[in-house]
């Protein structure tokens, strides 16, 4: 009987003595010499030595692993040795499919030397069936404080990803710190103001194209990185800027200073494929390093998200007034449509709700997109000519902070000093009832009376939250309206006089505008700018 052998030998983690990746490592070179020896001493021949090197035991895409079982099933080995079982597979389902089933069906025989595994030896399987469970319980437990530790690092705000993002690079002195990349970041930015400004995504990206910008995992590739991505079909990755490349840079929270980690996740210690983790389970940090976008920008565009607004076919801009035009009578949007006309094209906004159908709304006129941009733009430059004039300015600006001032401050303290109050009151409660239940438990009182005061305490707690969470509403809309102010003051600054509306000046100004249905009898109809400063009497 020949006895042909293949030599299996594992290393999970790199050895600090490796000279060269290329390689072998200490551990992996000791395996070789203990295995050979007792293969010569058993005058074994030797076949093939197969290493894998840096790869885990549940990994079963091990390439000299799979050379090894292909050797086996070609009928090229008569024995398989190994160190310990474990260096063969840490994976339970493994142990089973090859050394208790196809290795018999094959005629191989499987020897590992320091545990004395021997599929030769009669009664040797039920030790080797237990050196597999603990083996696998030693990778799911291993599994799952790597876990642990992952999630605890990303808590702490450390960046774990393996590539910084595009326009960040990781600090050579703290690879778990995101620093701004002076050339990437001026692309993000310019994609940021672009879209700000109204250019829709396909826009962009073929300003991109345009002027030569490499791609962000080209842009890698250009400065020495391995980085692969992820989307790229059939191994071939975009050489040229996307839409979906644009939405994923202008949603990603990483340009104004935060991380968001944790996104995905792999099926299992032993399931490699990838899922998706749900929202309220990602991680967030918050300024772990510095923005490239500012926050007023990032709100702008975020707002802009939620809007959903659309992108025309024909320029590949954003409609400045889009989604923020609403009929008085069914609170439907009005969209934009082209209509030709003796002048040609000529852009008009009609309500939803008569075009889905013609008894659904009342509001059965359009209007014209020019005629309604004059009328926001006269009362823009209305609100900036009253705003610049001295008495107004000092009238109406200092009236506006006086009652912040005087007003809502006063309130403000007060409400501040019922919340705490009311918290003392829900101490205080608690603590009764703790004692409570202690005499309950002494045979102080008796449960019945235990249950009626427990009632009542826990009734008092209840309205003292219910108060919290009213006073905490209206602090809330205290701040607000504190903050708007202060914004408002901000956006009159900006500017003198309007001549033409674009999207930032929409954005900026206008919150929703109203339009109502047309009087017959005098041909007119009531338009309604509701605005996002503090309007001025």
């Known amino acids: ?7 299996y030998c594992r290393l999970s983690d790199e050895d600090r003595f490796k000279k060269d990746k290329n390689d072998d490592s200490e551990s992996i070179a000791n395996q070789k010499s203990m295995l050979l020896k007792y293969a010569l001493n058993k005058n074994w021949e030797v076949v093939n030595v197969y290493s894998d090197d840096d790869y885990s035991g549940a990994d079963i895409n091990r390439p000299k692993f799979n050379e090894l079982i292909k050797d086996c099933e070609d009928g090229k080995i008569d024995i398989v040795l190994c160190k310990t079982q474990s260096r063969f597979s840490r994976d339970m389902e493994i142990v089973e499919k090859y050394i208790h089933n196809k290795f018999i069906e094959w005629g191989i025989r499987f020897v590992s030397i320091v545990d004395n595994a021997d599929t030769q030896v009669k009664g040797n399987k039920k030790a080797r069936q237990i050196n597999g469970l603990i083996n696998e319980w030693y990778l799911e437990d291993l599994s799952d404080n790597i876990r642990s530790s992952l999630q605890n690092r990303r808590e702490d705000g450390l960046y ?13 002195d703290n690879k778990n710190q995101l ?3 002076p050339v990437a970041s001026e692309v993000v930015k310019e994609i940021f103001e672009l879209y700000k400004k109204g250019m829709g995504y396909y826009r962009i990206a073929s300003y991109l194209n345009d002027k030569g910008i490499p791609t962000p995992s080209n842009y890698k590739k250009q400065n020495g990185s391995n980085y692969q991505c992820r989307q790229a079909k059939n191994g071939v990755e975009h050489t040229k800027w996307t839409q979906d490349t644009i939405v994923t840079i202008l949603k990603n929270e990483t340009y104004i200073g935060n991380l968001v980690q944790g996104k995905q996740t792999y099926v299992s210690y032993k399931n490699h494929k990838r899922i998706k983790k749900p929202k309220e389970e ?13 926050m007023e920008t990032w709100n702008i565009i975020q707002d802009r998200f939620k809007s959903r607004a659309r992108v025309s076919k024909t320029t590949g801009d954003v409609y400045m007034l889009s989604r923020k035009v609403c009929c008085k009578e069914c609170k439907r949007v009005f969209n934009r449509q082209l209509y030709k006309t003796k002048d040609g094209k000529t852009a008009y906004l009609k309500c939803k709700g008569r075009r889905i159908r013609s008894d659904v709304c009342v509001n059965d006129k359009s209007i014209r997109c020019d005629v309604l941009e004059q009328i926001i733009i006269d009362e823009l430059n209305k609100q900036l000519d009253k705003y610049y004039s001295l008495s107004e300015l000092e009238r109406q600006f200092a009236l506006q902070k006086k009652k912040i001032d005087k007003g809502t401050i006063s309130r403000t303290e007060a409400l501040k000093i019922e919340k705490e109050e009311l918290e003392r009151t829900i101490e205080k409660k608690n603590n009764h009832y703790k004692t409570l239940y202690e005499d309950k438990i002494e045979g102080i009182i008796s449960q019945k009376e235990f249950m009626m005061f427990r009632e009542r305490f826990l009734k008092e707690i209840e309205e003292c939250k219910n108060r919290i969470q009213i006073i905490d509403e209206e602090l809330n809309k ?26 930032e000046i929409v954005d900026e100004f206008i919150d929703t505008v109203w339009i109502g249905k047309v009087n017959p009898e005098t041909n007119t109809r009531d338009i309604d700018i509701e605005l996002n400063i503090i309007k001025l009497a």
């Open 478 to 503: 205290m701040e607000e309206k504190e903050s708007n102010v202060q914004n408002s003051e901000a956006i009159f600054k900006k500017y003198r006089h309007i001549d033409k509306l674009n999207k």
């Open 160 to 172: 774990l990803g393996s590539f910084a993002c595009y326009g960040y690079m990781k600090d050579p």
């Open 282 to 294: 990602w991680t967030y940090s918050y300024g772990t390093h510095e923005p490239i976008i500012d």
């Open 179 to 181: 620093i701004i990349d």
């Open 1 to 7: 009987m020949r006895n042909r052998v293949g030599i």
